[in-house]
């Protein structure tokens, strides 16, 4: 069974950081390209980040741009967003993906694997 556990969420004041994480199990983390997702309070979901499975490119809304990173630890079949800088407006739960596409997409039907979810608040 594929599942994602998300993990590294929780409250920081702003201009903190936290280390997202995204343990896969039952399928190959590099075989998929990962996006991040995001949905805060009265919202819709939004795309955050991404990989690529092809060649590891990356996406990042602008939004995000300069503050956070994403990278892929395939040993541990882990994907992480590092968030740094972060401001109230990036409260939100956020979710990690899988979708097929070799490239980075943000359409939301595109992917087919979702976690749960991780709460970030972000408030002093």
């Known amino acids: 069974q594929l599942q994602f556990v998300e993990s590294g969420g929780g409250l920081v004041q702003p201009g903190g950081s936290l280390r997202l994480s995204c343990a896969a199990s039952?399928?190959?983390?590099?075989?998929?390209?990962i996006g991040w997702f995001r949905q805060a309070p009265g919202k819709e979901r939004e795309g955050v980040s991404c990989?690529?499975?092809?060649?590891?490119?990356?996406y990042f809304a602008d939004s995000v741009k300069g503050r956070f990173t994403i990278a892929r630890d395939n040993a541990k079949n882990t994907l992480y967003l590092q968030m740094n800088n972060l401001k109230p407006e990036d409260t939100a739960v956020y979710s990690c993906?899988?979708?097929?596409?070799?490239?980075?997409?943000?359409?939301?039907?595109?992917?087919?694997?979702w976690g749960q979810g991780t709460q970030v608040t972000v408030s002093s």
């Open positions: 039952g399928f190959t983390l590099d075989d998929y390209s």
């Open positions: 993906a899988a979708t097929p596409a070799i490239m980075c997409v943000m359409e939301l039907d595109k992917y087919d694997y």
């Open positions: 990989i690529s499975s092809s060649d590891g490119s990356t």
